[in-house]
């Protein structure tokens, strides 16, 4: 869920780039994320220099970079942190069969790391239909709607 959050408070701030500084409670509330989780993400991508925090009554948050200059990968990496690279059969309970899974599991991410790679928070949101969810289908599936029973 912290990646999640802190891609869509991402683009929230990439949303209103160029103009005044945007309070945590308002991202808690247009993205419908709890405040106190919010703000411990918040913090990481501020520590990260990925966000500035403005001080005082219309204080708020503001991105370092321009959305075109922030890519995706970079999100993700610093809201998970570094990742930790291993062996299938260095694990205790390695088996034949999750070896086999855990290559094309690395594989996936692989893939998944190019894709994030090329595409920046302005693409993002410039390819983004108006009105549509704006993270729909990046870490979760989209809904699929039920078919309906033939009639016969």
Do not use: I, Q, R, S
């Given at each position: 869920m912290k990646t999640e959050y802190g891609v869509r408070?991402?683009?929230e701030l990439a949303a209103h780039h160029g103009g005044d500084a945007i309070q945590s409670a308002e991202i808690a509330r247009r993205e419908r994320i709890?405040?106190?989780f919010l703000d411990q993400v918040l913090l990481i991508l501020r520590r990260a220099g990925l966000i500035r925090s403005v001080r005082g009554p219309h204080g708020g948050h503001l991105l370092t970079r321009s959305p075109s200059e922030i890519r995706?990968?970079?999100v993700i990496a610093t809201l998970e942190g570094p990742g930790t690279e291993t062996d299938c059969a260095s694990h205790e309970d390695a088996s034949p069969y999750g070896c086999i899974l855990h290559g094309v599991t690395k594989q996936a991410d692989a893939a998944a790391r190019r894709v994030y790679a090329a595409h920046?928070?302005?693409d993002l949101l410039r390819d983004q239909p108006?009105?549509?969810?704006?993270f729909h289908g990046i870490f979760k599936p989209v809904p699929s709607r039920p078919r309906r029973a033939a009639r016969g």
């Open positions: 408070a991402m683009f709890p405040g106190p995706l990968d970079e920046t928070l302005a108006t009105g549509a969810p704006v």
